[in-house]
């Protein structure tokens, strides 16, 4: 990892894409993080190992892993921090559509596609009797070849696809997914028809445009396999579902899609999509489209077998599976079309819900670790090197190339090493939304024309690069968040690392507490000192932990029992706060005790730890301050948000201070 965050660092730093840094450019770039212009030189000279006043490529990162090791702090480390915030994020927002699911997800799959389709068919008629005043994209049938670029641009520019037209694409493209299967067979990549890869685009209409204005339309010579999370957390995603869309339609050979995770109605009422249709379109659109993610096929085989010497890609959004005895002939044969969202939490899942939600959801492990894992995202597992050699192997394939991940720079090549086919595997990660929610990464896309080399990666960057300082600053509001959502589980924890009460404890000791209980492994030793003041680091040092549970808690001087209870309620403050909302339906703000009993038993269905369960009544009366028996959600919400940004507003600061010191 900190190999590819130098790569991303070199190529901020070097000018007009050269492959060398001058000692000027390197001055002006970390001057910006408030080092002297002496440590600066030092630096310098420590990276130029050949004495020649400039720094290559692989000087820079030679010395960048170097510096790194010995200081324990980096941009890097930083990028890395972002990561598993987010995953984090992740976690929880599954939980609260878990949540969604039990409360109303029943009604949405009552309905039925036939009963979808024929409402829309009468909307579409209706409403080509009435368009009036329309400037957007006309679409005939069959569809004129310029189609998708007319409507790349009209999207560009904000001007909207009628909704009319916007049905009978999806109506369109939903048929020919219907009728591929579940595995895509494509004939190996050749000079004369390359294939090119795309990782999660996430709704960004930028970056589709940097990535069609690079490798040009798709056609039977520039075939594009588009490898699921087309939308979600970004703004433009039925933009950008549309455009695919109407490439699928117009070449549906040279045209691929593969189903992501987040190509799920579940998924999808929490990271935003949904209101994106239903604010664009309306509820229909979403239903219709819902409609269409579960058509899409779920992986593509590119050549293989022995034709191709067994050398193949094996394409898939998130990654392998668990069960041994799985076969593309098993994948080939499940219903998908049955499968609408994330395993339902209610009853077990079947196998072939489990096998298409691992396709889905999997990442390898992250340190190479062999064997099977269960996933800190809360679906999907964790699979080792062993299991994609078996995989592959199997298949007749030489790599597996998937998404799901945000990288750094936009693609991540991992070779395999182990015996006794040494490098022969590999593993490719593609992720094609650069500036990817807010953070700060390059999107890439891999251009195959042959199996035997390895693809050309074209990277990009839609949106200018955010200053690093504002990485660091958001990492640490993140944390400060975390902090406080997690402060009870942390109290418990102390408690166990520290039963005498002492309330000290050694500074590895506080930061393997930290770790463990809030789920980040990342260098806590280099975080301390901006999270309970300095440190002395000379041996046995030790850390008053009461400070940092003090510095985040809710409210300073509050009885212990209620800070326990305010604390256990605002980690679950977003699950609350959408189960309140759910239930006031006509938005009077108001919520009764009943109401609120039975919103807390939903959320501790929830909560497999027990010990983690919220008390109702105890929770009722401390947030009923006035005792009236009724709860106000703005209140509730204020209190909240208020202690909130105080502290994400105190730490922020003194951490982008602390960070300032570190290169
Ligand atoms: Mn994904």
Known sequence: MSAIGAQAIFDSIAKNDEEEISLDDFMARLSDFGHSDQDILRLFEFMDADNSNTIDRCEFINGYKQYARATGSTLGQEWRLWNQLDQRDEEDRLKMAKLF??????????????DVVQVVEEKISRSRRSSFNYSGVVITTPMALNTADLLRQGFTEGTPLGREYAAMVVTTATDIFAAEQNVVYLAAPTEQSSLTI??????????????????GEPSPSNRVLFNGDFV??????????????????????SVHLNRGNHEDALVNQSYGFQQECVQKYDKTMFKMIVQLFKNLPLCAVVGGGPANSDRGLFVVHGGLFSDPDATLDSISAIERKKYSTVMLQTKRPSEEDVLIEEMLWSDPTADGSLGLFRSDRGCGIEFGPDVTVGWLKSIGCHSLVRSHECIEDGCEFVPINLPPNKKRYSIYTVFSASNYSDGDNQGAVLKYVDLTTRPKVFRFRSSVKP??????????MRLADMLFRRHYRLVKAFAIADPEGTGQLAPEIVCGVLKATLGLDITWIALLPSL???????????????????????RGNAPQKEQALLSQMYDNFDLLKNTFEYWDTDHSG??????????????????EDESMHLNAQDLFDLVDADHNGEIDIDEFCEAFRQGRTALCEDIGDAGAETMKHSF
Not at 590 to 607: H, R
């Open 532 to 554: 309970v003041g300095a440190l002395d680091y000379k041996d046995g040092s030790i850390v008053d932990y009461n400070k940092l549970l003090e510095r985040f808690s809710s």
């Open 101 to 114: 699911m039990i409360l109303d997800m029943m009604e949405e799959q009552g309905s039925a596609g036939e």
């Open 198 to 215: 795309v990782g999660d685009l996430h709704g960004s209409l930028a970056d589709l445009n940097c990535i069609l204005n690079e490798i």
């Open 467 to 476: 200053p690093d300082h504002r990485l660091i600053s958001r990492n640490r």
């Open 590 to 607: 108001g919520i009764s005790k009943e109401e609120f009993s039975v919103g807390v038993a939903k959320l501790n269905e929830l909560t």
């Open 232 to 253: 979600d957390r970004g703004t433009h995603g039925i933009e950008v579902l549309l455009v695919l869309l109407v490439y699928k339609c117009l070449h549906p050979e």
